[in-house]
C-alpha cells in the first residue's frame, strides 16, 4: 500500500502562489505516475496536472502557464507550483498516485486533500 500526504494548502489573494507537496510513503517502489486533483463546492472532481515515473507532464487548459507539477523521486514527494492563482482556483486539491508508470490520470491512491483558498 501506499499513503500520500499533502501540505501547503492556505489562503492568498488572486496573483500570488502557493506551492502544494505531496510525500508518499509505504510501497513505494510501486508508485508510477502521480498527479494533482481539484474539488471546487457543487463540481466535479477535476484533473489539474500530471506526472508519469519518468518526468512527463500534462496540465488542464484552465492552469497552463501558471501552474507546474514536479516530482523528487529521491525524497518520494510531488509538488504543485501555483502561480498566478485566481478566485476559481478555490478548491479542494488531492495528490493521486498510481501504479503505472504513465497513467494520464493517476487513481490508485489517494491523499486526503487540502483547502486552497483564493481571495479577489
Known amino acids: 500500500q501506499v499513503q500520500l500526504v499533502e501540505s501547503g494548502g492556505g489562503l492568498v489573494q488572486a496573483g500570488e502562489s502557493l506551492r502544494l507537496s505531496c510525500a508518499a510513503s509505504?510501497?513505494?517502489?510501486?508508485?508510477?505516475?502521480m498527479g494533482w486533483y481539484r474539488q471546487a463546492p457543487g463540481k466535479q472532481r477535476e484533473l489539474v496536472a500530471a506526472?508519469?515515473?519518468?518526468?512527463?507532464?500534462n496540465y488542464a487548459g484552465s492552469v497552463k502557464g501558471r501552474f507546474t507539477i514536479s516530482r523528487d523521486n529521491s525524497k518520494n514527494t510531488v509538488y504543485l507550483q501555483m502561480n498566478s492563482l485566481k478566485p476559481e482556483d478555490t478548491a479542494v486539491y488531492s495528490c493521486?498516485?498510481?501504479?503505472?508508470?504513465?497513467?494520464?490520470?493517476?487513481?490508485?491512491?489517494w491523499g486526503q486533500g487540502t483547502q486552497v483558498t483564493v481571495s479577489s
Open positions: 493521486a498516485g498510481d501504479r503505472f508508470y504513465n497513467a494520464l490520470r493517476p487513481s490508485d491512491y
Open positions: 506526472i508519469s515515473r519518468g518526468g512527463a507532464t
Open positions: 509505504g510501497s513505494i517502489f510501486i508508485l508510477g505516475a
